[in-house]
């Protein structure tokens, strides 16, 4: 905005300079008697050499302009001179005025960066004139305002649904165990027995995962110092039975790292990426998991990276993965362990609660690769 404010002054201006160059060019007729330069000199020796007279009472010409040409020429300089200061004031100026105009607008970004993240507990709130700007300001704090409460119902809603349904399939789940333990029903009944707690168990995972996704929402967090490396060697314990029993291998090679977080968010982020590509996988398989430190353009991070190898998936496919529900067919396991389509949503949501990043690259040969990162070094925590 400031290049652009100097650049239209100096435009105007370098106009402004051609019209009076032209004007005093062609339009005034100039009857100008020539003054000879040695009779000037002559004369400030005479001055010099006259007691009589002070040598104040004679100015030397600094600028002697005996033609048109010679105006013309001085006019030009002058307006040269006077263009290239009013140039250099206009940019300083265009620089303190704009960055007053544009102050209200960066701080409305700022808000709309911050609901990006899903926070919508903020206002601009401008103060001001009533002009355009405090009118956009204002308008955009109503709709904060009605999308914070909208979020709001929505996360209510789906706690006090998930709550209300957590008893009734909790009893269910009891009626079908103590109904399994009469001996004398027959396998086909057996059969059916179990197949009804088997998608039991699954309405109650749903159920607990959603109900994990509105604490995420929540925000509430209890943060503190976590090593990446001791945390993916617990979740690794917690699926070395699964894979050894599936055939897959596992590669580890993790370095030291500490992020803030919250222990128990990040005991279920690697315990969620480290079952879906348990789970995700092929029979035979593999699995690759790698943390430690990385720089780039923001900084040092913290970084986890788990690759599996499994069906191929397209970068469309694998774009929809984080969304709630979603399953793949790809990646959608059997029996009781299959995909409930919201282990990389709480990935997700927990990822963004740290204010981490997540991405999710298909690999070549079939399988998933996913990448988080997060900030380090962790924040100083005060006493």
Same mark, same amino acid.
């Given at each position: $905005?400031?290049?652009?404010?100097?650049?239209?002054?100096?435009?105007?201006?370098?106009?402004?300079?051609?019209?009076?160059?032209?004007?005093? /060019?062609?339009?005034?007729?100039?009857?100008? /008697?020539?003054?000879?330069?040695?009779?000037?000199?002559?004369?400030?020796?005479?001055?010099?050499?006259?007691?009589?007279?002070?040598?104040?009472?004679?100015?030397?010409?600094?600028?002697?302009?005996?033609?048109?040409?010679?105006?013309?020429?001085?006019?030009?300089?002058?307006?040269?001179?006077?263009?290239?200061?009013?140039?250099?004031?206009?940019?300083?100026?265009?620089?303190?005025?704009?960055?007053? $105009?544009?102050?209200?607008?960066?701080?409305?970004?700022?808000?709309?960066?911050?609901?990006?993240?899903?926070?919508?507990? !903020?206002?601009?709130?401008?103060?001001?004139?009533?002009?355009?700007?405090?009118?956009?300001?204002?308008?955009?704090? !109503?709709?904060?305002?009605?999308?914070?409460?909208?979020?709001?119902?929505?996360?209510?809603?789906?706690?006090?649904?998930? !709550?209300?349904?957590?008893?009734?399939?909790?009893? *269910?789940? *009891?009626?079908?165990?103590?109904?399994?333990?009469?001996?004398?029903?027959?396998?086909?009944?057996?059969?059916?027995?179990?197949?009804?707690?088997? *998608?039991?168990?699954?309405?109650?995972?749903?159920?607990?995962?959603?109900?994990?996704?509105?604490?995420?929402?929540?925000?509430?967090?209890?943060?503190?110092?976590?090593?990446?490396?001791?945390?993916?060697?617990?979740?690794?314990?917690?699926?070395?039975?699964?894979?050894?029993?599936?055939?897959?291998?596992? +590669?580890?090679?993790?370095?030291?790292?500490?992020?803030?977080?919250?222990?128990?968010?990040?005991?279920?982020?690697?315990?969620?990426?480290?079952?879906?590509?348990?789970?995700?996988?092929?029979?035979?398989?593999?699995?690759?998991? /790698?943390?430690?430190?990385?720089?780039?353009?923001?900084?040092?991070?913290?970084?986890?990276?788990?690759?599996?190898?499994?069906?191929?998936?397209?970068?469309?496919?694998?774009?929809?993965?984080?969304?709630?529900?979603?399953?793949?067919?790809? /990646?959608?396991?059997?029996?009781? +362990?299959?995909?409930?389509?919201?282990?990389?949503?709480?990935?997700?949501?927990?990822?963004?609660?740290? !204010?981490?990043?997540?991405?999710?690259?298909?690999?070549?040969?079939?399988?998933?690769?996913?990448?988080?990162?997060?900030?380090?070094?962790?924040?100083?925590?005060?006493?």
């Amino acid at each position: $905005m400031t290049l652009t404010y100097t650049a239209l002054f100096t435009v105007a201006g370098a106009i402004m300079l051609a019209s009076i160059y032209l004007f005093m /060019r062609y339009v005034p007729t100039y009857a100008i /008697r020539a003054v000879d330069v040695e009779d000037l000199r002559s004369t400030k020796e005479y001055v010099q050499a006259s007691p009589e007279v002070t040598p104040e009472a004679f100015v030397s010409p600094a600028l002697v302009v005996s033609d048109q040409s010679d105006i013309l020429n001085t006019l030009l300089a002058a307006s040269a001179l006077v263009l290239v200061l009013l140039a250099g004031l206009s940019a300083g100026a265009g620089w303190i005025i704009s960055g007053r $105009m544009l102050k209200p607008l960066q701080e409305i970004t700022a808000a709309a960066q911050r609901a990006a993240t899903g926070t919508f507990d !903020h206002r601009v709130a401008l103060a001001g004139p009533r002009d355009e700007i405090t009118e956009l300001s204002d308008t955009f704090d !109503h709709m904060l305002e009605r999308l914070g409460r909208a979020f709001q119902a929505q996360q209510r809603f789906a706690a006090n649904a998930s !709550h209300e349904l957590r008893t009734p399939l909790a009893i *269910t789940q *009891t009626i079908l165990d103590v109904a399994k333990r009469d001996s004398g029903l027959d396998g086909n009944m057996m059969h059916v027995l179990d197949q009804l707690r088997e *998608t039991n168990t699954r309405s109650i995972d749903t159920v607990e995962a959603i109900l994990d996704l509105a604490d995420l929402d929540r925000g509430d967090l209890e943060t503190t110092n976590c090593d990446l490396q001791s945390f993916i060697a617990d979740a690794f314990r917690d699926v070395d039975r699964e894979a050894s029993a599936r055939g897959i291998r596992i +590669s580890i090679d993790t370095r030291p790292a500490e992020i803030e977080a919250d222990p128990q968010l990040l005991a279920q982020l690697l315990g969620n990426l480290l079952h879906n590509a348990v789970r995700h996988n092929i029979d035979g398989g593999s699995i690759s998991i /790698r943390s430690g430190l990385t720089a780039g353009l923001a900084g040092v991070r913290a970084y986890i990276e788990v690759s599996n190898s499994g069906a191929i998936l397209s970068k469309d496919r694998v774009g929809r993965l984080m969304e709630p529900f979603y399953r793949d067919e790809g /990646r959608v396991a059997s029996g009781a +362990s299959g995909s409930r389509g919201l282990g990389l949503t709480i990935v997700n949501s927990i990822v963004a609660a740290h !204010h981490g990043t997540i991405g999710l690259t298909p690999n070549a040969d079939g399988g998933l690769r996913v990448r988080v990162e997060f900030q380090h070094p962790p924040r100083a925590r005060t006493a």
